[in-house]
């Protein structure tokens, strides 16, 4: 099956990119730019950055220790998307793998000698998804064979003993390709890995161990902690080492490490990893909008793990975290055109970034940006965007589940069907039946979607008197199912509530103490000022219905404001509560956050003070 997770057992089964087709929409929109676009980017800029003459031995070796790991993002995107330009780029890749399989063109010649800092397992990681990925899609070739005696050689080397890399991927890597070959000793080297962390197996180091993980074994952790982009990738593999093994209690470990870091550790966008410093998770309710990190990165992990927790539970609350984080945070990472990337994505910007030329080095949230010194984030994008397909349905015995309400076309068994809606901008989604087949249809209808209505209408049958008015259901947030079987030409109507929302922080988030965001459907709503459109800073909004205007197929919204000037009392404490007031009346313009950044260097936030 052409799919980036394929567990052998849980509560609902994948479907991958050769039954799932997405048609022109949202995401079909941005998959296509992906497949045309983006990953020709990527191409062009690794190897301009010499990153791909790396494998070829030019010299001096250029870019980070771990720039091998974006060649094989870049291959795994190219395998999903059955990218023309794969078979050349793999084979530059081969021909630097060593005779035992050993492949990294930092550490040959000094191999193993820094599992805190090197990436060595992290890079074979990304090369063994690359070649699951192949495998799947394509067959065995020279990537897929690169990738199982890069894997063979991880098994013969750490086995026995006590290592493991500072940075966790290995782990679901090496599980996946135990699920694509049937190879058992790739799933005990990944259950060995996950067994070892926090031993400790790691050195410690001024950012502390829980920063790779290794302060506490993942069994005994209540939250995620440490590096985000670390810690939900570990999760991840942990769930695919739970789920293979059946082993109730470390899958139980990881829902209820997820269930917290959701309730006090994320952001409205989904964002994950508050601070700069050491690209981490902050404490319960650490949640600075203006400071927040939020690297794409750990949205794309988050969005891996949840969807592996939803496959192995059926929980509609994994893929309501993964909805909004594909819209508010997948989205956001790329520009409207393909070729720019955000690394960090705050909530708040308050000062317009300054444009760079070239390579940026300081992954700030103020502009994307082409390429990255560190450029995880949009090869993160391209091989996320090309496997997109395979997060948006599942199936089970009884019949096809639809978690991600996109135009598309499903196809399980015998039963076919063709979904047709303009969501997120509209919340009426039309079901057609294509071919029929015995199983049911089932939707989610989203957490914010109270109000949900659902209607059957069969397809006439031939010879029968045309049917009274099918009967309209309420559908309440989780999953609303059509008995099967279905027969073709039958038509299921969903309509959610899209009226725009306020929604408001939680008292123990200080940051966001006073203020209020706009919402509607999945989409999280900012405030944007470019040039000499008024600044943001000091303003008020009223918390009353906001107005929809449509701009180009896009939803805007309207809400009434006082804005200030801005002037400064000299010194912002006063003895009486309330600060600053005042101001003139104006009508503030919200765009949905994922548009954000794309009309030049702007100041924009999500979070409106009332
Ligand atoms: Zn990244």
């Known amino acids: 099956m052409a799919d980036p997770v394929v567990p052998s057992s849980g509560v609902l089964s994948p479907l991958g990119l050769d039954a799932v087709r997405l048609s022109p929409g949202f995401w079909g929109d941005r998959v296509a730019l992906n497949r045309e676009v983006t990953i020709a980017h990527c191409q062009e800029w690794e190897e301009r950055e010499g990153w791909i003459g790396n494998f070829r031995g030019e010299r001096p070796r250029r870019g980070r220790e771990f720039s091998d790991s974006e060649i094989y993002k870049l291959l795994e995107a190219m395998a999903w998307a059955d990218h023309p330009g794969l078979p050349a780029l793999a084979e530059t890749v081969a021909r630097a793998q060593e005779g035992d399989g050993y492949l990294n063109t930092r550490w040959s010649g000094s191999r193993y000698t820094d599992f805190a800092w090197g990436h060595e397992l992290y890079c074979y990681g990304h090369l063994i998804q690359a070649g699951v990925a192949r495998l799947r899609v394509h067959g065995e070739d020279r990537l897929t064979e690169v990738a199982v005696r890069a894997a063979d050689h991880v098994c013969r080397r750490f086995m026995e003993g006590t290592e493991t890399c500072g940075h966790p991927v290995i782990e679901m890597a090496l599980v996946e390709l135990y699920r694509a070959t049937g190879t058992e000793r790739y799933l005990e080297m990944a259950r060995r890995f996950v067994e070892r962390r926090g031993l400790p197996a790691l050195a410690d180091i001024p950012f502390g161990r829980a920063y790779y993980q290794d302060d506490l074994p993942v069994r005994r952790a209540q939250v995620f902690r440490g590096h985000a982009v670390r810690a939900l990738y570990l ?24 269930e917290r870091t959701v309730a006090r550790r994320t952001h409205l966008t989904g964002g994950m990893g508050s601070r700069h410093a050491d690209e981490s998770f902050g404490e319960d309710y650490e949640l600075p909008p203006d400071r927040a990190y939020n690297e794409t990165c750990a949205s794309i992990a988050s969005i891996m793990l949840s969807h592996r927790l939803l496959l192995a539970t059926g929980d509609a609350r994994y893929a309501d975290l993964a909805e909004r984080t594909l819209y508010n945070m997948l989205a956001t990472g790329v520009a409207l055109d393909g070729r720019s990337f955000f690394y960090a994505n705050p909530l708040q910007v308050r000062v317009p970034a300054v ?162 965001a706009v919402e509607r459907g999945p989409l999280v709503y900012c405030a944007e000022s470019v040039a000499d459109e008024p600044p943001l800073g000091d303003l008020a909004a009223r918390v009353g219905p906001p107005v929809e205007r449509e701009m180009d197929g896009v939803v805007e919204l309207e809400v009434a404001a006082a804005l200030g000037s801005g002037g400064d009392g000299g010194w912002p404490y006063a003895p009486v509560a309330g600060g600053r007031a005042g101001g003139a009346d104006v009508t503030l313009r919200l765009v949905p956050y994922h548009r954000w950044g794309n009309r030049g260097p702007a100041t924009m936030r999500v979070w409106l003070p009332i």
């Open 235 to 258: 999760a991840s593999g942990v769930v695919d080492v739970a789920v293979e093994t059946g082993d109730e209690e470390l899958l139980k470990a990881v829902e209820a490490q997820w």
């Open 355 to 516: 444009p760079l030329e070239g390579v940026n080095h300081a992954p700030e949230g103020g502009l994307r940006s082409p390429w990255f010194d560190v450029s995880c984030c949009p090869n993160n994008i391209a091989r996320t965007m090309a496997s997109l397909p395979a997060y948006v349905a599942t199936s089970s015995a009884g019949g096809i589940q639809i978690h991600h309400l996109t135009p598309s076309e499903i196809r399980h068994g015998r039963l076919a069907v063709r979904v047709e809606t303009g969501y997120p901008w509209t919340g009426s989604v039309r079901v057609r039946v294509l071919e029929g087949g015995p199983g049911g249809i089932t939707l989610r209808v989203p957490a914010w979607a109270s109000g949900a209505t659902i209607v059957h209408v069969p397809a006439p049958a031939p010879g029968a008197p045309p049917p009274g008015d099918p009967a309209v259901r309420p559908a309440s947030p989780g999953y609303v199912s059509v008995e099967g079987p279905c027969r073709a030409g039958d038509e299921i109507r969903l309509e959610l509530p899209m009226a725009p929302r306020w929604t408001f922080p939680d008292r123990r988030i200080d940051a966001l103490r006073g203020s209020a």
